[in-house]
């Protein structure tokens, strides 16, 4: 049995079989990383090379709830679904900043 972790170790990398609803992955269930929480990141961007001159191309999944228990109502896990609109980009949001208003 190993000793605890010291500086600089990490323990083993988590990873989760996650569907992905959409897009060129429709149907498939790959392994994803998870993150110090135990969930898998927002966002999950697929490179794909661009052949005879054309540009490289990115397609973006956004997670999602998988679903919820019947009884008590909890999280099932996390389904990818294709955006294809692409990444969303977010302003920071200052405490001190006044809300835009809509025109």
Partial sequence: M???LGLGQTG???SENTP???GPLDG???PVLLGPTGHPPK???VPVPGT???PAT???YRRAPAGYSKRLGLQRGWVYEYASEGRERRRLKWPWTKPERGV
């Fill in 58 to 60: 990115v397609h973006t």
């Fill in 52 to 54: 005879d001159g054309r």
């Fill in 20 to 22: 992905f609803t959409g």
């Fill in 43 to 45: 966002w999950y961007e």
């Fill in 2 to 4: 190993p000793g605890p």
């Fill in 28 to 30: 498939r269930v790959l």
């Fill in 12 to 14: 083993p990398v988590k």
